[in-house]
């Protein structure tokens, strides 16, 4: 073989031999739609957060199950309960208390599913960091962003924020007794924050529970 020969061979040798071991480090090719896990961290304590995506470690994805709730409540006491309100029959809740306070009660949907977190005592915050008893003069909403509650919310005040409308803020307006909302002049002399409400998206400012 002349030496021409041999240097037009020897590129193909390289590639022959570069080829197998690109394929053999590439593996097998990785799946687009593999599922992401994400992990939630536990409430142990201090400010209980609600956003327009959840409270604490909840969001739209826990299932409405006192095991999965002790998992991301460890030192609370996760109990299951029977809400009765009105004349309609029992709905199943699910209390979590923690420190000898009551921290929040979650309502069940007819699917099974979380329909409501419902925070009203203790160091809870809503998505602007405000607290249970902030006044609804000092919390800068508008009268059009607030409807007069029905049902369990009767003579209260709902109020929702445009960017978060999972999260209901409702009002106690001391006295008021009248059909509708309030005036605006009296919620600023007397509505004040007694709890906050988180649906998720799906069922965001449908009734109330």
Same mark, same amino acid.
């Given at each position: 073989?002349?030496?021409?020969?041999?240097l037009?061979?020897?590129?193909?040798?390289? %590639? +022959?031999?570069c #080829?197998?071991?690109?394929?053999?480090d590439?593996?097998?090719p990785?799946? !687009?739609?593999?599922? /992401? =896990?994400?992990?939630?961290?536990?409430?142990v304590g201090?400010?209980?957060?609600m956003?327009?995506?959840?409270?604490?470690?909840?969001?739209?994805?826990?299932?409405?199950?006192?095991?999965?709730?002790?998992?991301?409540?460890?030192?609370?006491?996760?109990?299951?309960?029977?809400?009765?309100?009105?004349?309609?029959?029992?709905?199943?809740?699910?209390?979590?208390?923690?420190?000898n306070?009551? %921290? +929040?009660?979650? #309502?069940?949907?007819?699917?099974?599913?979380?329909?409501?977190?419902?925070? !009203?005592?203790?160091d /809870? =915050?809503?998505?602007?960091d405000?607290?249970?008893?902030?006044?609804?003069?000092?919390?800068?909403?508008?009268?059009?962003?607030?409807?007069?509650?029905?049902?369990?919310?009767?003579?209260?005040?709902?109020?929702?924020?445009?960017?978060?409308?999972?999260v209901?803020?409702?009002?106690?307006?001391?006295?008021?007794?009248?059909?509708?909302?309030?005036?605006?002049?009296?919620?600023?002399?007397?509505?004040?924050?007694n709890?906050?409400?988180?649906?998720?998206?799906?069922?965001?400012?449908?009734g109330?529970?």
């Open positions: 073989m002349t030496l021409r020969h041999v037009l061979a020897l590129p193909l040798v390289l %590639l +022959a031999a #080829g197998p071991a690109k394929r053999d590439a593996g097998p990785a799946k !687009a739609d593999a599922p /992401v =896990r994400v992990a939630v961290a536990p409430y201090g400010p209980l957060k956003t327009r995506d959840g409270v604490g470690p909840i969001n739209g994805a826990t299932a409405f199950d006192l095991a999965t709730l002790k998992v991301l409540f460890p030192k609370a006491k996760v109990e299951q309960a029977f809400l009765h309100f009105g004349a309609g029959p029992a709905q199943p809740i699910i209390n979590i208390e923690q420190d306070t009551p %921290l +929040a009660e979650i #309502g069940k949907t007819d699917e099974g599913e979380i329909a409501y977190v419902r925070l !009203a005592a203790g /809870v =915050r809503g998505p602007k405000e607290r249970l008893l902030a006044k609804w003069a000092d919390l800068g909403f508008k009268v059009d962003q607030c409807r007069a509650g029905e049902g369990r919310e009767v003579n209260q005040t709902v109020c929702v924020r445009p960017e978060a409308p999972t209901s803020y409702v009002f106690g307006v001391p006295g008021w007794a009248g059909q509708g909302l309030p005036p605006e002049a009296v919620l600023k002399a007397k509505g004040q924050l709890e906050l409400v988180w649906r998720p998206a799906e069922g965001a400012a449908v109330s529970a």
